[in-house]
């Protein structure tokens, strides 16, 4: 009995400690989560918890996640030419929701030496640009601010205040590059077409990887596929040619094999006086 008694003993004072120990764990998990909030809101990024394959999982439920933009990219070049130096076959996509967030990304190939590393930040920098000069009356391509920011034109240095943030590149094997963060940049050349559910914008979709204008063709093919056309109809914002369509505030030059809608339109002039 004296052996149980100071066992009984022993346990006793043991329970406290257990208590403590286990609240002092919850206080250092509460300190550790507080810590990295902090640190993700100073590098310019949300506490959004990445998905697979690059893909947020916070406030973009209207947007393709990065499993729909690998297979939209696959798909769109076989309705027709695309142009450009690879026909559409060597692009990235990325999608951002209407706050401007990051909410997936992807490469048409996951070969690193079948597509341009520099096209991930401009693919990006282009979904950002046209969801944040669009509304859900106005549908405004990339394409369409080609002429709008040459100098001597009303948006001349629109690309100022709107840095890309160079945290948000990520080597190709990873799929965490700046998803949940909003990277900005500007990009003012075909790519980028805001992306719209009911009548209303819910982000932006931005294509790199070609010529500017073969990037354009795919990423209205890949907003026709994901059935986020504006209401207009897919063609609304499309890209405009002063040697086919008469000369606006919105054409943009053409680029080297410069298709539009299944017919060649022609190309990019060569260089002269230098």
Known sequence: MGG????????????????FRRRSTLVLASIVASIAACNAR??????????????????????????????????????GEVG???????????????????????PSTDSAGGI???????????AYTTNAF????LAFSTARLYTLAQPGHSLFGIWQPETFNPTCLAPLASRDGGVGKVCGGAIAFGGGVPIYRNGHI???????????????EMAKRVRDLAHLNPKPGKLVDDITYSKVDHPSIY???LCPNTWRNGQKIGDEPVAAGY
């Open 116 to 126: 341009w590393p520099g096209s991930q930040a401009v693919a990006k920098a282009k």
């Open 251 to 253: 054409t943009h030059p």
């Open 202 to 216: 819910v982000g932006g979709l931005g294509l790199s990887g070609d010529t500017p204008c073969a990037d354009h």
């Open 84 to 106: 450009g130096l690879f026909h559409g076959r060597a692009e990235w996509a990325a999608v951002v929701n209407r706050a401007g967030e990051l909410c997936a990304y992807a």
């Open 42 to 79: 100073q590098n310019g990024g949300t506490t959004a918890t990445p998905g697979s394959a690059g893909t947020s999982q916070s406030g973009c439920g209207d947007v393709p996640s990065a499993a729909d933009l690998k297979k939209y990219l696959a798909m769109a070049p076989d309705s």
């Open 134 to 137: 669009s509304t859900d009356t």
């Open 4 to 19: 149980a008694a100071r066992g009984s003993s022993t346990s006793s004072r043991r329970i406290p400690f257990v208590r």
